[in-house]
Structure formats: structure tokens, C-alpha cells
């Protein structure tokens, strides 16, 4: 009876309080919270890019130095670097640019490259000095669930598991340039001459280089969240044995899948929305729900599909068709928006099994994906206006955020804890359990 009542207070508490996202291990707070900023600011340059590319401004810069340089300072420096981009495709077809309208891209462009180094140097420079700093000999106690952690002063402020993602994120980021570079190309090779079309970077060089970019911001979160809560794990398992016992584990389980599905099918769509923005898609068909002025659902099969009869460029069609990548997206967008929906009823459905930070999770993730629905829907009637556009894509990385967010928050009951779990319930039974009705005992058996 003891043992009931002390787990049935252990689950009241976890169901008010739930797990702190804030860990009490103060070296692992530090190292978080410099994640998290790095995190920001990989956010914040997700922004510059954007509006680099809305101001058209991704291709004023004709060369790429892996260090870096000043902008031209004085009127001749910058007379030869306006004569250099003269010499690439896009002057073509921005002969009546001025010196000065020149400088406002340039200096778009050179932001955001000299962003990114500064994002390398601040993610760098602190990751060798806390994995070289020595942590602090603190005993960290949760009164509550008489559960106490343990940090030995003879470790570096980095835990030794997780310096593999150090280096992952690291590389990520050097990458991250070199993929830059290799989509600024596509926009100022000499076969750009004689394009018809406006001259911009290809579709699928510039979803690349968004995706690497999310890619990085999703990993130095999800690392952050995780050191804040590499003292809790002993309360993960704890109610994690608490919602089997409620009786919800499959839906519980189900929630969590929805909410994995639900974030990933964003990053998809933020992927597709880098096709649709490479093409100038949300400049056309600027209707809905329909795409056609006239009330049809859909463009014509041409344009959708291209020639039935070539198969050849199959791929370059998919990622060029101003048509089909604008259907995609909304789709995706559409979908997304419907599972967000979804999360935010099962979070009130499933309240009293929740942790407050797993509902606070579920149901800013509904909120932000109607709004971010909603919002791109206005941005495509609009005739996709810099300002719309450019909150457009902010959306979208609040709404990977709060999913990345949701999902973390959902792992108590995630497959490997709840084995664990299971596993040190089993071990723990009493003596006299009863048997299987259809056992086979020897008559000779004392039993």
C-alpha cells in the first residue's frame, strides 16, 4: 500500500510540475545556454539570407574568400567592384542599376557571408575552452523525488558523449559555406548568359542550402535541450513507469509519433518553400484554395507535368516547374497546419498524462502551424510583399522550434526509455508471482 501511495504522489507532482527544462547542473546551463544563443544566431542569419534573397542580392558578390574581407571603402574600390559583377550574367538584365542601388545588395550580400563566420567563430572558440575548462565538484538533489547527480570537477564543462555532436555540428557549419558558394555559382557560370528568364541561383542548390542551414539549428537546439536535462534522466524513467501505469501508453505513444511526423513534415515543407522561392513560384496563381483564376483546381497538365513525352529532364522539371512546386507546397503547408491542429486536441485530450511543458509544446505547435498556414496563404494573394515573405520564413523556424521543442519534452515516453523502464519493473517484482495457467509442471515438483 506504501509503495502505491508513494508512487501515486510520485505521479501528482510530475503531472503538476514536470520536468524543468532548466538544469540544476550549473556547467551544464552554461554550456546550453551558449548553444541556444549559437542557435539564434544561426536563426538570425536564416533571416539575412532570406532577405538577401528577396532584396536580390545573392549574386553582387562574384567571388568567395573561405576568411572573409572588408567591403570596398573608398569611391574607386568600389567603381572596380561594381565594373566585376558588369561582367556576370545578371548585369544583363540590371543595366539600369546605379552605383548606389549596387552597394545596397552588396551589402546585403557581404552581411550575410560575414554573419556566418561570425557564427563559426563564436561556436568554435567557446567549444575548445569549455572542453578544455574544468567543471565544478557539485552534488545536485531533487528533494521531491529524492534523486541526486553527481559532476566530477576532474571532467571538462562538455560531457565526453557528447563532443561526437561538437564535431558533427562543426562540420555542419564549414559545409554550410562551401554549399553557399556552390548555389552563388549557379547563378554567374557563363552558361547564365543566354537565359531568357530572370537570372537567379537554381531552385535546388538554394534548398540545399536552406535545408543544411535548419539542419544546423535543429541539431545545436536539440543538443542544448538535451544538457539541460542530462541530470534528469532518472525522472524521465520514473514517469515514464508512471504513464504506463495511467493506463494511456499506446495514445501517449501515438502523440509522440504525431508530433515526430508533425516536425519533420516541416522541415519538408521548409524545403519545398526554398523551391517555390528559388522559381518566383508565389508570384503566380495567386488564387486559393484553387490555382486557377477561373475556379479550376489545377493548371493544365503542361504545366503541372511538362511533356509526356520527355522523360529526360524529369528531375530539373519537378524542381524548376513554377506549377508543381507551388502545389506541393500547398499541400505541405496544408498538411502541416491539419497535424498541428491535430496535436493541439490531444494535448487537451490527454492533459492530466501531459507534463505542463509537453502541452505547452502541443498546443504552441497547433497555434503557430494554423498561423503559419494562414499567414502564406495572405503572403500568396498579396503578391508575396517583401515584408510577408520575409515573417513567412520566421514562421516557419518558430514552428520547427516549438515541434523540436514538443518532441524533446515527449521523451519519457519515447520506445527506449519505456524498455528501460519495463526492464527495472520486471526485475523488481516480488517473489510470488503467479503462473501461467498453461504451464507444464513435473509431478515431482514441489509446487
Not at 351 to 361: D, N, S
Request: net charge positive.
Amino acid at each position: 500500500v506504501r509503495s502505491s501511495s508513494s508512487s501515486s504522489r510520485v505521479g501528482k507532482l510530475l503531472v503538476e510540475r514536470g520536468l524543468s527544462v532548466w538544469s540544476r547542473n550549473r556547467d551544464h546551463r552554461v554550456v546550453g545556454c551558449w548553444l541556444v544563443g549559437t542557435a539564434g544566431l544561426v536563426g538570425g542569419m536564416v533571416h539575412v539570407g532570406g532577405m538577401t534573397r528577396l532584396t536580390k542580392s545573392g549574386l553582387s558578390m562574384t567571388d568567395w574568400k573561405p576568411f572573409g574581407s572588408l567591403p570596398p571603402l573608398t569611391l574607386e574600390q568600389w567603381q572596380v567592384e561594381f565594373l566585376r559583377y558588369q561582367q556576370y550574367p545578371e548585369w544583363q538584365q540590371r543595366q539600369n542599376m546605379t552605383l548606389s542601388e549596387f552597394k545596397t545588395i552588396f551589402y546585403w550580400e557581404w552581411g550575410h557571408r560575414m554573419m556566418g563566420r561570425a557564427v563559426g567563430l563564436v561556436f568554435t572558440i567557446p567549444w575548445i575552452y569549455f572542453s578544455f575548462k574544468k567543471g565544478r565538484n557539485v552534488i545536485t538533489t531533487n528533494k521531491i523525488m529524492n534523486i541526486s547527480s553527481h559532476n566530477n570537477s576532474k571532467k571538462s564543462m562538455i560531457p565526453r558523449s557528447y563532443q561526437p555532436s561538437m564535431v558533427g555540428l562543426w562540420c555542419l557549419g564549414g559545409m554550410q559555406g562551401l554549399v553557399g558558394w556552390w548555389m552563388v555559382k549557379s547563378g554567374i557560370g557563363e552558361d547564365r548568359f543566354e537565359d531568357k528568364h530572370e537570372i537567379r541561383v537554381q531552385p535546388q542548390r538554394l534548398a540545399t542550402h536552406l535545408a543544411m542551414a535548419f539542419t544546423t539549428y535543429s541539431a545545436l537546439l536539440y543538443t542544448a535541450l538535451n544538457l539541460f536535462q542530462n541530470d534528469n534522466r532518472a525522472l524521465l524513467e520514473k514517469y515514464a513507469k508512471y504513464a504506463i501505469k495511467s493506463g494511456k501508453k499506446l495514445q501517449l505513444m501515438k502523440v509522440r509519433q504525431l508530433a515526430m511526423a508533425t516536425t519533420g513534415l516541416t522541415f519538408v515543407t521548409v524545403v519545398s518553400g526554398a523551391l517555390v522561392a528559388g522559381n518566383d513560384a508565389g508570384r503566380a496563381y495567386n488564387v486559393f484554395p484553387h490555382m486557377m483564376p477561373d475556379g479550376q483546381w489545377l493548371p493544365p497538365k503542361e504545366e503541372l507535368f511538362g511533356d509526356p513525352n520527355n522523360n529526360n529532364n524529369r528531375f530539373k522539371w519537378m524542381t524548376h516547374s513554377t506549377a508543381y512546386v507551388q502545389l506541393q507546397h500547398r499541400i505541405l503547408g496544408m498538411t502541416t497546419a491539419t497535424c498541428g491542429l491535430g496535436l493541439a486536441i490531444a494535448g487537451f485530450l490527454y492533459k492530466k498524462q501531459l507534463t505542463p511543458q509537453a502541452r505547452i509544446g502541443l498546443y504552441t505547435m497547433g497555434g503557430i502551424a494554423v498561423s503559419q498556414a494562414s499567414l502564406g496563404i495572405v503572403t500568396l494573394l498579396s503578391y508575396v510583399p517583401l515584408h510577408l515573405a520575409a515573417a513567412h520564413q520566421l514562421g516557419s523556424l518558430a514552428l520547427l522550434t516549438s515541434g523540436l521543442f514538443t518532441v524533446h519534452s515527449l521523451r519519457y515516453i519515447s520506445p527506449r526509455i519505456l524498455t528501460k523502464t519495463a526492464a527495472v519493473t520486471t526485475r523488481n517484482l516480488p517473489y510470488h508471482v503467479p503462473l501461467p495457467k498453461n504451464i507444464l509442471l513435473h509431478k515431482h515438483s514441489p509446487v
